[in-house]
């Protein structure tokens, strides 16, 4: 059975994700998680410590369901590897309806100018990502298995982290899984 701790982190993870942070009140995490407010007070300090500890956890499962199996996976060339990464994403899209959105952009919309305290682990998260994208693009360049249009692995990694995001944001907006589905494309024709 699960510690009142962790059904706190699970409940409040689902909640930030479909209503957001400042969309998610505490009495939502308390009945959702069926731990009284005294409990709650006893692991957090405030809604804000909680986020924080929900994004950490969010990252831990990010890496282990999508970043290691994808930009990670040596098995797969570095081409493969980037396209996997997104073809996870749109998985995920697919099997919420196109409703869900990306959990990191969704937060990092709504909090970026409100909260440093959570902008920051948002941030990084990003920044790691943006750091798998690379090696990942540095390993196909070594091995002369990517032309990336005359950029170099770093100059192409923000970008392909940025159509990720501009493309679960548009699916979300959308209902459909379109962009997330033309930016597979794209990379497939850039990425030679």
């Known amino acids: 059975m699960a510690s009142n701790k962790d059904r706190i982190l699970e ?5 930030f994700h479909d209503h957001g942070f400042q969309g998610t009140g505490l009495e939502d995490i308390l009945s959702s998680s069926g731990v009284c407010k005294s409990n709650f007070y006893y692991h957090f300090k405030s809604k804000e410590e909680l986020g924080v500890k929900v994004i950490e956890r969010k990252v831990q499962e990010m890496r282990q369901v999508v970043l290691e199996p994808s930009l990670g996976n040596s098995e797969l060339s570095p081409k ?7 073809e996870r994403m749109l998985s ?20 970026s ?10 941030s990084r998260f990003f920044s790691e990502m943006e750091t798998e ?7 196909g360049t070594k091995r002369g298995e990517l032309s990336l249009q005359g950029l170099t692995p770093v100059e192409f990694a ?21 962009a997330m589905r033309d ?3 794209l990379l497939t024709v850039c990425m030679g």
């Open 113 to 122: 100018d409100s909260s440093e305290e959570l902008r920051k682990p948002l």
């Open 183 to 185: 930016s597979i494309k």
């Open 80 to 86: 493969q590897r980037v396209l996997d990464l997104f």
């Open 92 to 111: 995920f899209c697919e099997e919420h309806a196109c409703r869900k959105g990306c959990f990191f952009g969704n937060l990092a919309l709504e909090l």
């Open 11 to 15: 409940a409040a993870m689902v909640l």
């Open 133 to 139: 994208v690379k090696n990942c693009l540095q390993d």
């Open 158 to 178: 923000m970008p392909i982290v940025s159509l990720l995001q501009g493309g679960m944001l548009l699916t979300k907006a959308h209902k459909d899984s379109r």
